[in-house]
């Protein structure tokens, strides 16, 4: 038998006329405010906890967000034997809209919360727990530039709580081609003030920590104190050795990338945790190369939007490892080729014999390798 839908004004009728409103949505999305007079039940718990509110020969009368759920939850009462049965067209949104009578949201909710990071309260493997673990992290990242850009962007769009951002560097009008933090306007501010201008902008919740210094063997670890996850989006050798064994030293997952020309790759070195298990930057490369191989950076070119796709990677691949879900890009390295619009995945194993990482070997110390390349990014 099918389930009768109405409006919200027709339920308001029934209601007063003696039927049950029943909110099916989820306690933070109830918290935001019910159409008055309804009781909150979640769609998960009504099976169970029905009979407290109606009985089989009641009327009942279901809601929720748009009247999707609340058909659903419809179909499982007339299973469980209800059979006066009504789902509201248009849920509380049209409700609200036709300015019919709400109670109004739950003292203690945070309404800037709950509506700022609506669509991934939405999502059962974030939700508010998840959500709330995101506030409480502290990420560290190296670079506002290319790599940096999209990565801080969307990690403190996503509720990033505590961001540290490394970097000695100005905006040169060259920049703005790809790093998109900064703005014309901004032209030879420092990088990481015009990144925390542009940050607090998209997302005032957010704490940025500018520090306007480059990373070397005396300040690396001072840098990565109290940190989750820190991001390599400095590409550049001297930085990116010192800051994975700094991360292997202290237990701390590096998310690396890089781009040149119109390829890049990426990837999660989680060497710190999982000793002899997870591979860190020296097993790939054990030193930087030599100043001659390397690419004349002055001259080196980079399509702009490459660091953009890298950058997203990176991001996603921190909010993974701050979440604890999905499957970690650890032991592979992903390259993007973005002539061919192709990815291709390298199994990367944890080497015997890495000078950093292998188990029970002495950590060797610090190396600041001579700045030969500024990177491109
Ligand atoms: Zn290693």
């Not at 309260?121 to 999209?150: D, K, T």
């Not at 997302?203 to 104190?225: D, H």
């Amino acid at each position: 038998m099918s389930i009768e839908e109405i409006t919200p004004r027709e339920a308001l009728r029934r209601q007063r006329a003696g039927a049950r409103l029943v909110d099916v949505r989820e306690q933070h999305e109830r918290d935001l405010g019910m159409a008055e007079g309804a009781r909150g039940i979640a769609l998960g718990e009504l099976e169970g906890h029905i009979a407290r509110t109606a009985q089989a020969g009641d009327e009942v009368v279901l809601i929720c967000q748009s009247g999707a759920r609340s058909l659903q939850g419809a179909r499982q009462l007339q299973a469980l034997g209800y059979r006066r049965l009504a789902s509201v067209v248009g849920g509380t949104s049209r409700w609200q809209g036709e300015g019919l009578p709400m109670a109004a949201p739950a003292a203690h909710v945070d309404l800037d919360f709950h509506d700022r990071y609506a669509r991934h309260l939405r999502l059962p493997e974030i939700g508010v727990e998840g959500q709330r673990r995101l506030e409480r992290a502290h990420v560290m990242m190296v670079g506002a530039g290319g790599l940096g850009s999209p990565a801080a962007y969307y990690l403190v769009a996503a509720g990033l709580g505590r961001l540290r951002i490394v970097d000695d560097d100005v905006v040169d009008r060259s920049n703005l081609q790809r790093q998109i933090l900064h703005t014309d306007a901004r032209i030879g501010h420092a990088k990481v003030a015009s990144a925390a201008v542009a940050l607090s902008a998209l997302n005032p919740r957010a704490r940025i920590e500018p520090v306007a210094e480059r990373v070397t063997s005396g300040n690396v670890e001072a840098l990565l104190e109290g940190v989750d996850v820190v991001i390599d989006g400095a590409d550049n050798f001297p930085v990116r050795y010192l800051v994975n064994d700094a991360c292997v030293r202290l237990g701390k997952p590096l998310v690396y990338g890089a781009v040149h020309r119109f390829e890049g790759q990426t990837s999660v070195f989680d060497t710190g945790g999982r000793r002899g298990e997870a591979p860190c930057y020296r097993c790939l490369f054990p030193e930087p190369p030599p100043p001659e191989a390397a690419p004349n950076c002055s001259q080196a070119g980079v399509l702009g939007v490459l660091p953009g796709v890298i950058g997203l990677l990176q991001a996603t691949e921190t909010l993974k490892l701050l979440l604890g879900i999905g499957e970690p890009l650890r032991g592979r390295l992903l390259h993007f080729d973005a002539l061919a619009m192709r990815f291709r995945e390298t199994r990367l194993a944890p080497d015997p014999d890495c000078p950093l990482c292998a188990p029970g070997r002495d950590f060797p110390g610090y190396i600041d390798y001579a700045a030969f390349c500024a990177g491109v990014t």
